[in-house]
């Protein structure tokens, strides 16, 4: 068998019992998702192929690979352009479905952004096992958990907790308490979210929330100013403080409404995500789902226009783990 390459074509001389050598040209297309081959014409062998047949198979090697080069752009200018539909309908359908919801809200709902807020169940409430009780009110009032932990105040930093109290005559007394006995420290999520945790627990001093609003955590669970079950921050600013003191490494960053969030995901996401998209319907790296989501973490890492450079060099890869 002779063979004769021209790019990615190949040329092919193939010897069949009872009939002509026959030359056939092979070309790998990546559209067609198989070689395509091409029958030029019947050689025969024991004279040769003579100059004017040479030419005329090289022409028909060069017009094959052409052909199939124009296929292969129109195939992946149509690969960019399904990912480009496919990022496109995802984000559309998330805005269409926030801007349904806002407009179907009450007034009071319609807020720029997510607050976030602080809840504490303080040391009386959490040794007496009313937590679960106190997650179920989070729940049943809309919040969503952002982050948790269990705190052990010392008294210096219930002191910096409660600096704005400092000049109050109890201020040592309640410090004293905060830093007695481990408590539960909770981020909540929601629109006027510190607005909405006040409501939910209530006025400060117990006996009050039992007569104004009995259904409050403080009317439930609490025993006296000092002892009122749990702590919220009294507006969003104050929030973002005691949030910022407990949880020193939590992103407080307000969520973008729909229009900033589009603007940021068509200026910074969009190219990145359709370039990845297509890379990876190119490759089909894997049938296995989570093989394949660890291919695309790995290209966006590799791929990603805004990492930083350290000494002139490309920052540290984060390790994906298998």
């Given at each position: ?33 198989k ?21 005329a ?44 919801h ?8 319609k ?15 959490l ?23 269990q ?41 006027r ?45 104050r ?6 003191l ?6 407080l ?14 200026k ?7 370039e ?20 695309f ?26």
């Amino acid at each position: 068998m002779a063979e004769e390459e021209s790019a990615a074509a190949t040329a092919a001389i193939v010897e069949e019992e009872g009939v002509p050598t026959r030359l056939w040209v092979s070309v790998n297309s990546l559209s067609q998702k198989k070689p395509v081959t091409l029958f030029v014409e019947d050689v025969d062998k024991t004279r040769g192929a003579t100059s004017g047949e040479n030419a005329a198979v090289a022409s028909t090697v060069s017009d094959l690979v052409t052909e199939t080069i124009k296929a292969e752009i129109l195939y992946q200018q149509d690969q960019a352009k399904v990912a480009v539909e496919s990022v496109d309908s995802v984000v559309d359908e998330a805005i269409r479905t926030e801007l349904q919801h806002k407009a179907q809200a009450t007034t009071h709902d319609k807020v720029p952004y997510t607050e976030l807020t602080l809840a504490l169940i303080k040391p009386d409430a959490l040794k007496a096992g009313y937590e679960r009780e106190i997650r179920y009110t989070m729940q049943a009032h809309g919040f969503v958990i952002v982050h948790e932990s269990q705190i052990q105040f010392t008294n210096v930093r219930a002191a910096l907790f409660y600096d704005h109290h400092q000049d109050k005559p109890w201020f040592e007394k309640l410090t004293r308490y905060m830093s007695s006995a481990p408590v539960h420290a909770f981020v909540l999520g929601k629109v006027r979210a510190a607005r909405s945790w006040n409501v939910a627990i209530g006025p400060t001093d117990p006996e009050q929330a039992r007569k104004e609003s009995p259904l409050s955590l403080r009317a439930r669970f609490g025993k006296d100013i000092l002892r009122n079950a749990v702590h919220g921050s009294f507006n969003a600013a104050r929030a973002r403080h005691e949030i910022k003191l407990l949880f020193p490494n939590l992103i407080l960053d307000p969520l973008l409404d729909p229009p900033k969030a589009r603007f940021y995901f068509d200026k910074f996401l969009k190219k990145t995500l359709i370039e990845g998209l297509t890379a990876l319907a190119t490759a089909k790296p894997h049938s296995e789902p989570l093989q394949v989501i660890r291919w695309f973490a790995q290209w966006l890492q590799h791929h990603n226009p805004y990492r930083p450079f350290v000494d002139g060099k490309k920052h540290v890869e984060v390790v994906i783990p298998d």
